[in-house]
């Protein structure tokens, strides 16, 4: 039971942090794809934040 808990709690963190990921990823693509290293760089805080995000997810 206290698994299917644990489940449930990340998958509601996965949902909420969805759209912030969601738009992160999609600008640094686009600035990747164009070479728009200032936008990049803009977006690297966020990134730092999405990747604490998902390693606070994971099992320990």
Known sequence: MALLVNLESI????I???ES????????QAG???G???RIKGHAG?????TRSL??????
């Open 36 to 38: 728009y290293v200032n």
């Open 46 to 50: 966020q990134l730092q934040a999405v």
């Open 21 to 28: 990921t969601t738009r992160t990823i999609t600008d640094v």
């Open 55 to 60: 390693t606070a997810m994971l099992p320990k």
């Open 11 to 14: 998958t509601q963190k996965i």
């Open 16 to 18: 909420d942090n969805k």
């Open 32 to 34: 990747l794809r164009t």
